[in-house]
């Protein structure tokens, strides 16, 4: 028998000898060769990438020779568990683990980037507890996507830092001196920080970091929205220079987002800027963490655990020992709750101050000589007054209009019975889109030619709110020759000019004036504070303070009107301008009520039985002393109802670790049905 040899192998024949010698050099070639365990600190200790409560804890692996080198805290590795590859980071290395059983070994190093810092990783590990959750969860929020190729391009940024081309403190002048002197000390103060009408917050943001990064430290600011951002970039550009900061936010994209967090990660810059998705950003040497209007509902992250940015900013400062900043025109009940506790103090100008720079209010028919004059100044939605207001207005600059409502007639009701107007094929809300052609269904677009009110027959409809394009079309008949625009949805203003204009605007899509309002007119109050939500007159007061601030000072003639009830107490909040005053007032209803943050709330969503057992098992695990209160559960839909558990702020600890514990419990033995649990939800009611 003969053999044949090939240039590319072994010996190949027939004979047993040449058959076990293939298998044995092809078994080879498919075997690697494990790398022996490394002496030197050959445990890693790594938090697997599960969502399982009753896992929520790190394992412990054994680390090859071979990537002992890069096998250090915080870079991604593959591991194997229950079965499956997994995710997860390294959080350190150990001499020998305190586990039992026998180990195994690290699949792969993903990266050697350390993308996981021990500070991150402490911030995330007390975001899951504060708010009954998993670490996995967290990590996902705090650490981005790898891109591979933006690992092995080189950075971009300055090393070392330049420092800031500005370190002016002109925005700060109005108030009390002390913070920026203490930050430029190194030291850690907090404050609630409540800035007058017209101020450049933006600029006064920027400078506030110039300081923080001259005393050689690192500085974090959060924004609510792609737009506040664009302001905040500008700003941050004038003072600390095009690579004085990195702007890290979802909007940016994967690849872009990525080479900002290595930029922040590798200490390249010390400002970090962003969105609710930079409050995990890895900023070296922290020195100062500020967000920007706090209560704004952009600031509420939709993902489990769903963590509030003001209070992961709140735990780094604590945790890393570094001064806050909670800075708004309004402030939220939240901030308020801060103060109280002492973690923070408050930061605001004289009252001569804050007079000289806010502009007049009214409220329609708040005077008995207006109400003589105008009868219908409290009933009609475009009372004589706001003509008034408005015509002055526009002699001088534009004009801001706020409308609750977008579209032209979004609500129509019977003309005679005002029962809703509803689609006769799925229920929906009937609308009409523009001053023509019959209404129209919200959901599925059906035309209702042939509607007729199902209560009392009538054929003929009317309006339940008016809507911004509606308004619009209304001004723009009473201002012949003046221009309107409009501001919300997909068509956003971010800058008007200062030419008399009309700019009907929903909230928080108000542009931003060149010089400011000449006067702001605020329709609808009524709707805005008929919200079903119990934060309805907070949200609707913050949103009112926003648009008011951008309003020139009574001294140079800038004017607002509220349309609505003159004796509302967020009306008069607005009037008297006191965001301070009417947050003192809000916390005290909410710790009468027992709401949030007076007391610690925890929602529970989920089918029934299941939402009765996690119940029943927090009665177990909670003493009667902690003042433990179940409401509900009520129906959501079909197959889904609603409880809120609550107890006194000093027992939530014991509330999120007893939640914790019941999620744990259900989820080893496997009990049917998940629930979703929210602590202190930023929309209840």
């Known amino acids: 028998m003969t053999s044949k040899v090939t240039s590319n192998g072994p010996p190949t024949g027939d004979s047993p000898e040449q058959l076990t010698l293939l298998r044995d050099t092809v078994r080879k070639s498919r075997t690697k060769v494990p790398a022996e365990i490394t002496t030197t600190l050959p445990v890693a200790r790594v938090a697997v990438d599960v969502s399982l409560p009753h896992l929520d804890r790190p394992f412990d692996y054994l680390v090859p020779d071979d990537v002992a080198g890069i096998a250090q805290p915080g870079v991604r590795v593959?591991?194997?568990?229950?079965?499956?590859?997994?995710?997860?980071?390294?959080?350190?290395?150990?001499?020998?683990?305190?586990?039992?059983?026998?180990?195994?070994?690290?699949?792969?190093?993903?990266?050697?980037?350390?993308?996981?810092?021990?500070?991150?990783?402490?911030?995330?590990?007390?975001?899951?507890?504060?708010?009954?959750?998993?670490?996995?969860?967290?990590?996902?929020?705090?650490?981005?996507?790898?891109?591979?190729?933006?690992?092995?391009?080189p950075l971009r940024c300055d090393l070392p830092p330049r420092p800031p081309a500005s370190t002016s403190r002109s925005e700060w002048a109005p108030y009390p001196a002390g913070f920026l002197d203490a930050i430029e000390r190194g030291e850690t103060p907090r404050a609630v920080w409540t800035a007058v009408p017209g101020a450049d917050w933006a600029l006064a943001f920027a400078q506030a970091a110039a300081v923080c990064a001259a005393s050689g430290r690192g500085a974090l600011l959060l924004v609510p929205d792609a737009r506040d951002l664009e302001r905040l970039a500008a700003a941050c550009t004038e003072v600390l220079g095009e690579s004085g900061f990195v702007t890290l936010s979802a909007d940016l994209g994967p690849t872009a987002r990525y080479r900002a967090f290595l930029c922040a990660l590798h200490g390249r810059t010390r400002v970090v800027i962003?969105?609710?998705?930079?409050?995990?950003?890895?900023?070296?040497?922290?020195?100062?963490?500020?967000?920007?209007?706090?209560?704004?509902?952009?600031?509420?992250?939709?993902?489990?655990?769903?963590?509030?940015?003001?209070e992961v900013l709140l735990l780094r400062a604590f945790r890393q020992n570094c001064a806050a900043l909670l800075g708004g025109f309004a402030r939220s009940a939240e901030a308020a709750a801060v103060l109280e506790s002492g973690f923070a103090h408050e930061l605001i100008a004289s009252r001569p101050t804050i007079r000289a720079a806010a502009p007049s209010v009214h409220i329609a028919g708040e005077s008995d000589f207006e109400l003589a004059r105008d009868p219908s100044a409290r009933a009609?939605?475009?009372?004589?007054?706001?003509?008034?207001?408005?015509?002055?207005?526009?002699?001088?600059?534009?004009?801001?209009?706020?409308?609750?409502?977008?579209?032209?007639?979004?609500?129509?009701?019977?003309?005679?019975?005002?029962?809703?107007?509803?689609?006769?094929?799925?229920?929906?809300?009937?609308?009409?889109?523009?001053?023509?052609?019959?209404?129209?269904?919200?959901?599925?677009?059906?035309?209702?030619?042939?509607?007729?009110?199902?209560?009392?027959?009538d054929t003929r409809m009317r309006a339940a709110v008016i809507g911004a394009r509606r308004t619009a079309e209304e001004l723009g008949r009473a201002f012949p020759?003046?221009?309107?625009?409009?501001?919300?949805?997909?068509?956003?203003?971010?800058?008007?000019?200062?030419?008399?204009?009309?700019?009907?605007?929903?909230?928080?899509?108000?542009?931003?004036?060149?010089?400011?309002?000449?006067?702001?007119?605020?329709?609808?109050?009524?709707?805005?504070?008929?919200?079903?939500?119990?934060?309805?007159?907070?949200?609707?007061?913050?949103?009112?303070?926003?648009?008011?601030?951008?309003?020139?000072?009574?001294?140079?003639g800038g004017a607002v009107i509220l349309v609505g009830d003159p004796s509302a107490l967020p009306l008069q909040a607005i009037v008297r301008w006191s965001p301070e005053g009417y947050a003192a007032r809000e916390i005290?209803?909410?710790?009468?009520?027992?709401?949030?943050?007076?007391?610690?709330?925890?929602?529970?969503?989920?089918?029934?039985?299941?939402?009765?057992?996690?119940?029943?098992?927090?009665?177990?695990?909670?003493?009667?002393?902690?003042?433990?209160?179940?409401?509900?559960?009520?129906?959501?839909d079909d197959d889904t109802v609603r409880a809120v558990v609550r107890t006194p702020r000093a027992h939530g600890t014991a509330l999120v670790r007893a939640l914790k514990e019941a999620q744990s419990t259900r989820a080893t033995k496997k009990s049917p049905g998940s629930v979703r649990v929210q602590v202190d939800p930023p929309n209840f009611g």
């Open 274 to 310: 962003g969105t609710r998705a930079a409050a995990f950003a890895p900023v070296a040497d922290l020195g100062l963490v500020a967000i920007w209007d706090d209560g704004d509902e952009s600031y509420a992250e939709p993902r489990a655990p769903y963590p509030h940015a003001r």
């Open 380 to 457: 009609a939605r475009l009372p004589h007054r706001v003509f008034e207001i408005a015509r002055e207005g526009l002699k001088t600059g534009p004009v801001l209009v706020q409308v609750p409502r977008a579209g032209y007639l979004p609500s129509l009701v019977c003309q005679t019975c005002r029962a809703p107007s509803r689609c006769a094929t799925c229920g929906g809300t009937l609308r009409r889109t523009g001053g023509s052609g019959p209404a129209s269904c919200s959901v599925c677009g059906r035309p209702a030619v042939d509607h007729r009110c199902p209560e009392c027959g």
């Open 78 to 153: 593959k591991v194997r568990f229950a079965g499956k590859d997994h995710d997860g980071f390294v959080l350190e290395r150990l001499e020998e683990s305190d586990h039992d059983g026998k180990l195994v070994r690290l699949r792969k190093v993903v990266s050697p980037e350390q993308v996981l810092t021990p500070e991150i990783a402490d911030l995330c590990r007390a975001v899951a507890d504060r708010y009954a959750g998993v670490l996995a969860d967290v990590t996902r929020l705090a650490v981005p996507p790898r891109h591979a190729k933006v690992e092995s391009e």
């Open 588 to 636: 005290e209803e909410r710790r009468t009520a027992r709401l949030a943050p007076a007391a610690k709330l925890a929602e529970l969503t989920g089918p029934a039985e299941a939402v009765s057992d996690l119940v029943a098992r927090l009665r177990d695990l909670i003493p009667p002393s902690s003042g433990l209160e179940v409401l509900g559960p009520v129906d959501i």
């Open 481 to 556: 020759g003046v221009v309107v625009r409009t501001s919300g949805g997909d068509n956003m203003l971010d800058v008007v000019p200062s030419a008399p204009a009309l700019i009907v605007s929903t909230p928080g899509a108000e542009p931003v004036a060149e010089g400011g309002y000449s006067a702001a007119l605020l329709l609808d109050t009524w709707l805005m504070l008929a919200r079903p939500d119990l934060r309805a007159a907070e949200e609707a007061v913050r949103r009112w303070f926003n648009a008011a601030a951008m309003v020139r000072a009574a001294g140079d």
